[in-house]
């Protein structure tokens, strides 16, 4: 399912403003489930390098904590970031 999500994301464009980094997130914690680590581990590089990205454009620095501390999603994919990948990245 959450393959399926991400593909139909990729042909639309767009899952709205906060789904798209919740569907990243859950693909990960998917793959992690089942046993696909290395694919995981990919899945939850890319998704934090998205937001990471996405943070990097938000100018107010209060905003830019905000969004990558308190969108629950967004903290969650940090946290399994530094967890499964260490503080090096992928």
Not at 63 to 75: A, I, M
């Amino acid at each position: 399912a959450a393959e399926d999500g991400l593909a139909r994301y990729a042909a639309a464009g767009a899952c709205g403003f906060f789904r798209a980094a919740r569907l990243r997130l859950v693909y990960a914690e998917c793959l992690e489930a089942v046993g696909q680590r290395d694919a995981a581990h990919r899945a939850i590089a890319a998704a934090r390098d998205r937001l990471l990205c996405i943070a990097q454009g938000i100018a107010d620095p209060e905003y830019r904590k905000s969004f990558l501390d308190e969108v629950p999603e967004n903290r969650r994919t940090l946290e399994f970031a530094l967890e499964w990948l260490g503080s090096g990245g992928a």
